[in-house]
């Protein structure tokens, strides 16, 4: 069975610190792994890394993939108090069928000014 | 944002009584799901459906239904609603014609209280 399990569940922080959030994974035959940020609302796709893209960046947010390890991280640099959400990490294997994403329990980012 | 609207957006009704959830996307994406999200829990996926009337269960599909009769709606029914089916409810849909394949869009959710 796919797991997905994400750590701290929980981080606060003061503006301008640099966040790492962790996510580690068990699946039979990985496809992708996906980054999601989830404020009060919809989760919002931020990242996906495949074996074919390993580390992706996006401004003050990048991510990496060791696909020997079994895990993923999420860095923010530079935090701002509009990165406090809850971020979400899945994944896809192609036992059970691609289509499908697994979630992590998510961490909760609390980001003070 | 993609286009996926959800209704009822909020919902309270009572033990026992039958509801239905409804999703509508306006991308013509293949690829459309039902989660629930609960405190402790995370997203957990219900039931999806990979095209019309081809549906799939998912990982706490018990005590629920999906009908897909047309491309842009995917309808989920708690036939007899109980309390431990109070939650947020997030239609997601996914196209996976070309990368990023997995990529899913969500909908606003449904607050659902079963008292």
């Known amino acids: 069975e796919d797991k997905v399990v994400q750590s701290p569940l929980s981080l606060v922080v003061h503006e301008g610190d640099t966040v790492t959030l962790n996510c580690s994974y068990e699946v039979t035959n990985f496809r992708s792994l996906l980054w999601y940020k989830q404020e009060k609302k919809a989760p919002t796709f931020l990242f996906m890394l495949t074996s074919s893209g390993i580390e992706k960046k996006s401004g003050r947010l990048s991510s990496i993939l060791d696909k020997k390890e079994l895990f993923s991280i999420l860095n923010i640099t530079a935090t701002q108090t509009g990165d406090s959400a809850v971020y979400l990490c899945?994944?896809?294997?192609?036992?059970?069928?691609?289509?499908?994403?697994?979630f992590g329990k998510g961490t909760k980012l609390t980001v003070n000014p | 944002d993609a286009g996926i609207t959800q209704s009822p957006r909020h919902k309270v009704t009572e033990t026992g009584t039958p509801v239905t959830l409804r999703c509508h996307q306006t991308e013509n994406h293949r690829y459309m799901y039902w989660y629930r999200q609960d405190p402790g829990h995370g997203l957990r996926l219900i039931h999806y459906s990979y095209g019309v009337k081809d549906t799939d269960k998912g990982e706490v599909s018990d005590g629920y239904s999906v009908s897909r009769s047309k491309t842009e709606d995917f309808l989920l029914t708690l036939e007899s609603a109980t309390s431990s089916q109070t939650s947020v409810y997030f239609c997601a849909i996914s196209d996976h014609r070309g990368p990023p394949y997995n990529e899913q869009f969500f909908g606003p959710g449904t607050r659902l209280t079963v008292l």
């Open positions: 899945a994944l896809t294997g192609t036992q059970g069928g691609s289509e499908k994403l697994v």
